[in-house]
């Protein structure tokens, strides 16, 4: 009887294997860079939406009217909110370079990632909510509680809050995408198993 050589298949060992996927890595970088030009841009334009105004008080007097991010605690909210996710997306886009160029990432840093992810984009989106309630008080007022609108007259005012909205919400759907991105990823590294 002859004996046929067969391979050895090798078992599995007890180490966590590292998923070596540099496409999902590369795109969870470009999403975090998304994250922080967005955010600091929306601060940016936050913070310098300074306008004064001579309002008339009386025939012949006027009296200078400022309108600034610091008068609403929602708008220094929404400062706070977006100045954490871009420090935040500094120190993850750096972890995912470092991951990027030893090749993969653990399993144990994906599951943090999707974890504060997740956090910062409930942060996020609730300071974008805060600031785009009292920013449609803004530019349609409230009837019932007597409260002016202000658009008509900080139009300049206006016009940065509204700008800074908008790309605090590219900020949310670029954490969004990163949850589910880190998710997608941490599935296929556990269904490797």
Same mark, same amino acid.
């Given at each position: 009887? +002859? @004996?046929?050589?067969?391979? !050895?298949?090798? &078992?599995? +060992?007890?180490?966590?294997? !590292?998923?070596?996927?540099?496409?999902?890595?590369?795109?969870?970088?470009?999403?975090?860079?998304?994250?922080?030009?967005?955010? &600091? $841009?929306?601060?940016?334009?936050?913070?310098?939406?300074?306008?004064?105004?001579?309002?008339?008080?009386?025939?012949?007097?006027?009296?200078?009217?400022?309108? !600034?991010?610091?008068? @609403?605690?929602?708008?220094?909210?929404?400062?706070? $909110?977006?100045?954490?996710?871009?420090?935040?997306?500094?120190?993850?886009?750096?972890?995912?370079?470092?991951?990027?160029?030893?090749?993969?990432? +653990?399993?144990?840093?994906h599951f943090h990632f999707v974890m504060f992810d997740a956090l910062l984009l409930g942060i996020v989106a609730a300071a974008t909510g805060a600031a785009g309630g009292? $920013?449609?008080?803004?530019?349609?007022?409230?009837?019932?509680?007597?409260?002016?609108?202000?658009?008509?007259?900080?139009? @300049?005012?206006?016009?940065?809050?509204?700008? +800074?909205?908008?790309?605090?919400?590219? @900020?949310?759907?670029? &954490?969004?995408?990163?949850?589910?991105?880190?998710?997608?990823?941490?599935?296929?590294?556990?269904?490797?198993?």
């Amino acid at each position: 009887m +002859s @004996s046929i050589d067969t391979p !050895e298949v090798p &078992l599995k +060992s007890s180490a966590a294997p !590292e998923y070596k996927s540099t496409r999902g890595l590369v795109v969870d970088v470009a999403l975090r860079v998304l994250l922080f030009a967005t955010g &600091l $841009a929306a601060i940016i334009v936050m913070v310098t939406s300074k306008q004064t105004k001579m309002i008339p008080v009386a025939p012949g007097i006027a009296i200078p009217l400022d309108a !600034e991010f610091n008068h @609403s605690p929602a708008f220094i909210y929404f400062v706070a $909110a977006l100045s954490v996710a871009c420090l935040y997306s500094i120190i993850t886009c750096a972890l995912s370079v470092l991951a990027l160029i030893q090749g993969g990432i +653990s399993t144990k840093m994906h599951f943090h990632f999707v974890m504060f992810d997740a956090l910062l984009l409930g942060i996020v989106a609730a300071a974008t909510g805060a600031a785009g309630g009292v $920013a449609y008080i803004g530019l349609k007022g409230n009837s019932h509680t007597r409260w002016n609108k202000i658009c008509n007259t900080f139009g @300049s005012f206006c016009f940065h809050f509204a700008a +800074s909205i908008l790309l605090s919400l590219i @900020s949310s759907i670029s &954490l969004l995408l990163l949850v589910w991105l880190s998710i997608f990823l941490l599935f296929k590294k556990i269904a490797r198993r």
